[in-house]
């Protein structure tokens, strides 16, 4: 291929998001090496590199820290991103006894060195389980929102993907990382690497990554706090759990928060006074927040492009109907 060409289409690399085409960048270098083509490859790899760890995978603000992001030693991945303060979602309506759960974990983390001079520790490993689309990685990044910690996600995709042997130093190059460092260390959908472990060829490879996960997690004592997110908890070992400090289940929400969540999401849209509330949120019983603001939405555009405003039940009750599939 051309030359300028190739340096081009590098250049439009995304930054962190896609690993298969950074995999196959990395094999043109290689291939453009083996043909003798050393001045090209070198040129292609300075833009690869430049492209991984361009500003946007960076934190911004006031949350730089004096490290890098560590990456797999082969194709230079991030093995964690970073989420920049101002996309943290943190407006949450959940049941008081979790909301009183997850605001201890904030008030022992903000009260942690009046806690530390009578020999007490915060809570600072925390699982969140129950059904998809109900908080739970909403709850890590509020946490974060509410304590002015960085808030960075492990990569899994990244952390497994690599060659045999490697995953188990990666896991433990992001713990070293963070080892000094104050933040949010979010492990989302956590499974993922127990999944990994039953459906992998190479299970031998795998259980040594969970046992490497399970002793980091047992020696993890950074200034900042570890939170572990799933919707399957039958399926993580049993030996993981015992690695917390908290485990909390955020349920489905009940019939008083999924009007709070209805309201709270048609709150700058003007609605009905004839909305039968208690109806509707008998009829959103069993549906997940998620669906419950995505409905929300879904009436809200209906009315605002039909120039239909304001809001009324019906535009709720279609858009119920059409959300009733993924909504139980
Ligand atoms: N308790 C809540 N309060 C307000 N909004 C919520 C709540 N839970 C979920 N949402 C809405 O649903 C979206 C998805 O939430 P989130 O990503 O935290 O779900 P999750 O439990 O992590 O789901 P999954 O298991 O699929 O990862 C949020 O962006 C938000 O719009
Ligand atoms: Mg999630």
Same mark, same amino acid.
């Given at each position: 291929?051309?030359? %300028?060409?190739?340096?081009?289409?590098?250049?439009?690399?995304? %930054?962190?998001e896609s690993l298969d085409l950074v995999k196959v960048a990395q094999e043109?270098?290689?291939?453009?090496?083996?043909?003798?083509?050393?001045?090209?490859?070198?040129?292609?790899?300075?833009?690869?590199?430049?492209? +991984?760890?361009?500003?946007?995978?960076?934190?911004?603000?006031?949350?730089?820290?004096? @490290?890098?992001?560590?990456?797999?030693?082969?194709y230079?991945i991030?093995?964690?991103?970073?989420?920049?303060?101002?996309?943290?979602?943190?407006?949450?309506?959940?049941?008081?006894?979790?909301?009183?759960?997850?605001?201890?974990?904030?008030?022992?983390?903000? #009260?942690?060195?009046?806690?530390? @001079?009578?020999?007490?520790?915060?809570?600072?490993?925390?699982? $969140?389980? *129950?059904?998809?689309?109900? *908080?739970?990685?909403?709850?890590?990044?509020?946490?974060?929102?509410?304590? /002015?910690?960085? $808030?960075?996600?492990?990569?899994?995709e990244?952390?497994?993907s690599?060659?045999?042997?490697?995953?188990?130093?990666?896991?433990? #190059?992001?713990?070293? %990382?963070?080892?000094?460092?104050?933040?949010?260390?979010?492990?989302?959908?956590?499974?993922?690497?127990?999944?990994?472990?039953?459906? %992998?060829?190479?299970? /031998?490879?795998?259980?040594?990554?969970?046992?490497? +996960?399970?002793?980091?997690?047992?020696?993890?004592?950074?200034?900042?706090?570890?939170?572990?997110? !799933?919707?399957?908890?039958?399926?993580?070992?049993?030996?993981?759990?015992?690695?917390?400090?908290?485990?909390?289940?955020?349920?489905?929400?009940?019939?008083?928060?999924?009007?709070?969540?209805?309201?709270? !999401?048609?709150?700058?849209?003007?609605?009905?006074?004839?909305?039968?509330?208690?109806? +509707?949120?008998?009829?959103?019983?069993?549906?997940?927040?998620?669906?419950?603001?995505?409905?929300?939405?879904?009436?809200?555009?209906?009315?605002?492009?039909?120039?239909?405003?304001?809001?009324?039940? =019906?535009?709720? =009750?279609?858009?119920?109907?059409?959300?009733?599939?993924? /909504?139980?």
């Open positions: 291929m051309n030359q %300028s060409l190739l340096k081009r289409l590098f250049k439009t690399i995304p %930054s962190e043109i270098i290689s291939e453009e090496r083996k043909k003798g083509h050393t001045n090209l490859a070198g040129d292609l790899e300075i833009i690869l590199k430049k492209r +991984l760890t361009r500003e946007s995978s960076k934190p911004k603000g006031k949350v730089v820290p004096l @490290h890098d992001i560590p990456t797999d030693k082969r230079k991030p093995l964690a991103k970073y989420v920049d303060r101002e996309e943290l979602r943190h407006h949450m309506i959940l049941p008081a006894s979790v909301e009183e759960k997850i605001r201890r974990i904030e008030d022992e983390y903000a #009260g942690r060195e009046r806690l530390a @001079h009578f020999g007490l520790k915060p809570r600072k490993k925390i699982l $969140f389980y *129950g059904y998809p689309g109900c *908080g739970k990685s909403m709850s890590a990044e509020r946490i974060a929102w509410n304590l /002015g910690l960085p $808030f960075l996600k492990v990569r899994f990244a952390v497994i690599s060659f045999l042997g490697e995953s188990a130093g990666n896991l433990r #190059g992001i713990f070293d %990382s963070v080892a000094d460092y104050p933040c949010v260390l979010l492990l989302d959908e956590f499974d993922y690497i127990g999944k990994k472990r039953s459906n %992998s060829n190479d299970v /031998g490879e795998m259980h040594r990554v969970v046992n490497i +996960l399970l002793n980091l997690m047992e020696e993890y004592s950074s200034p900042g706090i570890l939170i572990a997110t !799933t919707n399957l908890e039958s399926s993580l070992d049993t030996a993981l759990f015992r690695r917390f400090d908290d485990v909390i289940e955020i349920p489905l929400p009940s019939e008083n928060e999924i009007l709070q969540l209805l309201k709270s !999401t048609l709150s700058s849209i003007k609605i009905s006074n004839k909305i039968n509330w208690k109806k +509707l949120a008998e009829r959103l019983n069993g549906y997940s927040a998620a669906i419950i603001v995505k409905i929300a939405q879904d009436a809200s555009k209906e009315a605002v492009l039909k120039q239909d405003l304001p809001v009324n039940e =019906l535009h709720l =009750l279609r858009a119920i109907e059409e959300n009733k599939e993924t /909504g139980k």
